[in-house]
């Protein structure tokens, strides 16, 4: 059995959570006793291509012709399944993301492939083929046996541990004649929020609720994300309000993150908003309300005044 696996790319370099789907669908591969080609799509440098080999790629194939520029599901998927009928992959792995979910699920259509999303586990292969996904807004989880002849996952981001090895891989051109069907949309303007770190691709966020008190009580929270070199967000009720930009929304609705480090202060710890940041592995709450929700998910908390606390934080990070 051979491995493809869906590589997202960003200004030339792969995202970080592609690093995750290149080193378990490696894993996958190594388990199933086949071989892992990295399907890059999209403008991509040279040293991006080479790491999705230290990442254990057997071999990477880069789509990067003109009408690839723009991420697009239509013909992203033409793609995919063009790499699959070549390499012959009866699994198909990506990072759960927006464009991931409508690419792979055309591709899984169009394949009558079972198609599970949110894994968390690599397959367990003793009764088949039986993968652990995450369900209920990371609250349970569910084992699903996939018995089609291709098999289609996306990633839960944390699920593995990418680790860049010495591994070096073949790099060739992949190029696929595309159908007009799939040119049928374009994007015609991308405006991105300028002076700061992208939420999805972020290390570290620190995010901020009603307990901010209003917008112009957040310079402590801006002074800390600096310190640490973090994204900003916020909850619901403050996008709502205008107090900070809606794009900074974190939650159910909003954006979905997985850093690292997740710092939540005055937040309230909704299920709606605990559902877009469950996924990061560490959580830390400061809130001045002990029977705050939010204090029962979190890894580490502070109970106190945020206007208190958050000095005190910035301070301690820049003596690092």
Same mark, same amino acid.
């Given at each position: 059995?051979?491995?493809?696996?869906?590589?997202?790319?960003?200004?030339?370099?792969?995202?970080?959570?592609?690093?995750?789907?290149?080193?378990?669908?490696?894993?996958?591969?190594?388990?199933?006793?086949?071989?892992?080609?990295?399907?890059?799509?999209?403008?991509?440098?040279?040293?991006?291509?080479?790491?999705?080999?230290? !990442?254990?790629?057997?071999?990477?194939?880069?789509?990067?012709?003109?009408?690839?520029?723009?991420?697009?599901?239509?013909?992203?998927?033409?793609?995919?399944?063009?790499?699959?009928?070549?390499?012959?992959?009866?699994?198909?792995?990506?990072?759960?993301?927006?464009?991931?979910?409508?690419?792979?699920?055309?591709? %899984?259509?169009? *394949? /009558?492939?079972?198609?599970?999303? =949110?894994?968390?586990? *690599?397959? #367990?292969?003793?009764?088949?083929?039986?993968?652990?996904?995450?369900?209920?807004?990371?609250?349970?989880?569910?084992?699903?046996?996939?018995?089609?002849?291709?098999?289609?996952?996306?990633?839960?981001? =944390?699920?593995?541990?990418?680790?860049?090895?010495?591994?070096?891989?073949?790099?060739?051109?992949?190029?696929?004649?595309?159908?007009?069907?799939?040119?049928?949309? /374009?994007?015609?303007?991308?405006?991105?929020?300028?002076?700061?770190?992208?939420?999805?691709?972020?290390?570290?966020?620190?995010?901020?609720?009603?307990?901010?008190?209003?917008?112009?009580?957040?310079?402590?929270?801006?002074?800390?994300?600096?310190? !640490?070199?973090?994204?900003?967000?916020? @909850?619901?009720?403050?996008? #709502?309000?205008?107090?900070?930009?809606?794009?900074?929304?974190?939650?159910?609705?909003?954006?979905?993150?997985?850093? =690292?480090?997740?710092?939540?202060?005055?937040?309230?710890?909704?299920?709606?908003?605990?559902?877009?940041?469950? @996924?990061?592995?560490? *959580?830390?709450?400061?809130?001045? #309300?002990?029977?705050?929700?939010?204090?029962?998910?979190?890894?580490?908390?502070?109970?106190?005044?945020?206007? #208190?606390?958050?000095?005190?934080?910035? %301070?301690?990070?820049?003596? *690092?």
């Amino acid at each position: 059995m051979s491995v493809l696996i869906f590589v997202e790319v960003a200004e030339g370099q792969i995202k970080k959570s592609s690093w995750e789907a290149i080193s378990y669908g490696a894993q996958v591969a190594e388990k199933i006793g086949g071989k892992a080609t990295a399907l890059v799509v999209g403008p991509a440098e040279a040293s991006a291509l080479e790491q999705a080999g230290a !990442l254990g790629a057997h071999q990477v194939w880069h789509a990067s012709q003109s009408e690839l520029a723009q991420p697009m599901s239509l013909p992203y998927s033409q793609v995919v399944l063009e790499a699959v009928k070549k390499t012959g992959a009866e699994v198909v792995v990506a990072a759960k993301s927006s464009l991931a979910d409508a690419t792979l699920a055309r591709v %899984a259509g169009a *394949l /009558k492939a079972g198609i599970v999303g =949110n894994v968390t586990s *690599l397959p #367990d292969l003793t009764q088949g083929f039986t993968v652990t996904r995450s369900i209920f807004t990371g609250k349970a989880f569910a084992e699903v046996k996939i018995t089609s002849a291709v098999k289609v996952i996306t990633l839960k981001k =944390n699920t593995v541990e990418p680790v860049l090895g010495t591994n070096s891989a073949v790099i060739e051109r992949f190029e696929v004649v595309l159908s007009p069907e799939s040119q049928v949309g /374009k994007i015609t303007e991308t405006v991105k929020a300028t002076g700061t770190v992208s939420l999805p691709e972020a290390d570290i966020v620190v995010s901020g609720g009603r307990g901010m008190k209003g917008p112009d009580q957040w310079q402590p929270l801006l002074d800390l994300a600096d310190a !640490l070199g973090a994204a900003t967000a916020c @909850s619901k009720p403050v996008s #709502d309000a205008d107090w900070r930009p809606h794009h900074e929304h974190v939650g159910q609705t909003g954006v979905k993150v997985a850093p =690292n480090l997740y710092i939540a202060c005055g937040i309230s710890g909704a299920i709606q908003h605990l559902a877009g940041v469950n @996924s990061s592995k560490v *959580l830390v709450v400061i809130n001045k #309300d002990p029977e705050a929700p939010f204090f029962k998910a979190a890894d580490y908390g502070i109970v106190g005044d945020v206007f #208190d606390i958050l000095p005190k934080l910035t %301070a301690a990070a820049k003596s *690092l």
